[in-house]
């Protein structure tokens, strides 16, 4: 039932027939998989995180359909094995300090609220 409600409601301009094949896929949703892939993987390794992507044209193209479906899954299936493997190799702690996110709050939201009034 929520599948049917789902199908019916979706936004159909998301879906783009990938220029090779003419398989439909949701470009939107495949681009922002690739996106988290690759943040995932500089949260492992690197302890960053890059808001402006440095392959922005790149993901463009994959949310209009402009790279083959397959080789991109297949990438990202290699993509997910990095992922494990780097976080197993991580030092990162396995939970967050939420404590240490507790007390930051207040503090952004006061900084918020200030350069909103500038």
């Avoid at 003419?22 to 495949?30: A, E, R, S, T």
């Avoid at 996110?101 to 006061?110: A, E, N, T, V, Y």
Wanted: proline share 3%.
């Amino acid at each position: 039932k929520e599948y049917t409600e789902w199908l019916a409601k979706r936004n159909v301009q998301r879906y783009v027939d990938v220029e090779e094949h003419g398989q439909q896929i949701d470009g939107k949703n495949l681009l922002h998989c690739y996106r988290l892939l690759e943040t995932g993987l500089e949260i492992a390794k690197d302890k960053t995180i890059n808001v402006r992507r440095p392959n922005a044209k790149f993901l463009v193209e994959i949310r209009k359909g402009k790279h083959n479906l397959q080789e991109l899954l297949d990438k990202a299936t290699e993509k997910i094995e990095e992922l494990n493997k780097a976080f197993e190799t991580s030092d990162l702690p396995d939970k967050a300090d939420r404590g240490f996110f507790m007390s930051l709050m207040p503090k952004l939201r006061i900084e918020y609220e200030q350069s909103k009034s500038k």
